[in-house]
């Protein structure tokens, strides 16, 4: 939280630009070459979610990420010492790269994942982490970095980098999460890595108040002949009763209500919906569909079809489809980075198991309650990907909406 706001949308820059920067002395070519010798590659990303129990306070993180075999440990901790304390984030050639290959990303998965994008933007003036999280990987982003594109201005993007990466390696703000056979083994290790660390004091930065979007649906105008559709609802907070009870809900919507008329009988190539326990909402969208005004309409119908009762045989059915997803396996390096941010989260082994008792214990009459609890939830934000023809059709079919140009 010590990185400021206007600084923000520099953060995937950045992320990318740490890991592929000369370090100690070495060009870009000669570190890649020292990183592949001894690890399995060096990672950096950034999470932002709502810390579980205080939905008025967020986990923000940057991450930096590694693996290697137990003797190439300490080369390792070396390699990241150096790309945190001597790394070269001037080389304008490499920014250049970066942008472009971000850009290009962000505008190809509008379409391959379209609906992933309007949830975001729907999301981000519900939640403050869907906020940043937009900000950071969504159409802000991708808006932001043709704008830096088209701006070409080196020296100001090379400044942001260097104040990003100044409040960001800090000792008091480090968590280190190490999976091994005997991780007391690298402690010594470990502590000579944080004793190279500088140690600061930390400025949180408050973000500014959200403002919902209109009710009107918002149509942004993109490239395709398809459309992706999403409305997100706002939920007051997140504890295991009505956790599980929504995962439960959006596990019968995606696999039963939406799955028939949206995909089956509206044609789209997907309909589904999901509740996060880091993001206090609830959403359900559409994939490549034909469709925007009816989409929205099955969106409200399935909660409604759930709020009346659904029959108990499609509970249990939905019961056994959760587990599985709560309880989803791990690969070690993610086990064990998964578990340090769960923990840090608030998401632990008592909650989970909260959780699966909630949605074990589940019948028709408590999922009932938790559908009446979305449906009167406000606000609720709609937003639509598609052609101007497509956006143009759903007007003219009563749909009321505010467009945009998805880039200008």
Known sequence: RGVPLSLLPYLPVYSELITRCGAAGLSYE????RIALSTGGVDSSVSCKTMIGNGNELFFRSFMHSKAL??????????????????????RKQ????????????????????????????????SESRYI???????????????????NNMEKIVDAVKQIHT???????????????????FIPQIRNFLSRLPQKNMTPVELPSLSPLSEKP?????????NFVAQVWKLPGVEPLSAGLLY?????????????????????????????????????????????KSTLDHFQKGIEEIASGIPEDKVEQSIIGTIGRIDSPRPPHSQGLGETVDLMLGNTREFKQKLREAVMGADRESLCRAASSVLSARPTVKVVLGSGAALDSAQAQGVSMERELLLR
């Open 30 to 33: 000669q570190t890649a070459k």
């Open 70 to 91: 137990a003797p190439r440990a300490s080369e390792m901790l070396d390699i990241i010492s150096d790309l945190l304390l001597a790394s070269d984030l001037t080389s």
């Open 248 to 292: 439960l809900m959006s596990r019968n919507l995606s696999t039963g209500y939406l799955w028939d008329k949206v995909r089956v009988e509206g044609g789209a190539y997907g309909g589904s919906s999901m509740m996060s326990i880091s993001h206090p909402i609830f959403a359900c969208s559409s994939y490549r569909d034909p469709n925007i």
């Open 133 to 151: 999280d937009e900000q950071l990987g969504g159409i802000s982003q991708l808006r932001f970095l043709d704008n830096l594109i088209k701006e």
């Open 167 to 185: 409040a960001i390696v800090n000792r008091r703000g480090c968590v280190i999460s190490l999976t091994a056979d005997d991780p007391r083994a």
């Open 95 to 126: 920014i250049k790269d970066i942008l472009l290959e971000e850009r290009n990303g962000l505008l190809s998965s509008v379409i391959g994942a379209g609906n992933s994008f309007a949830i975001s933007r729907a999301a981000a003036s519900l």
């Open 218 to 226: 918002l149509g942004i105008e993109i490239n395709s002949a398809v």
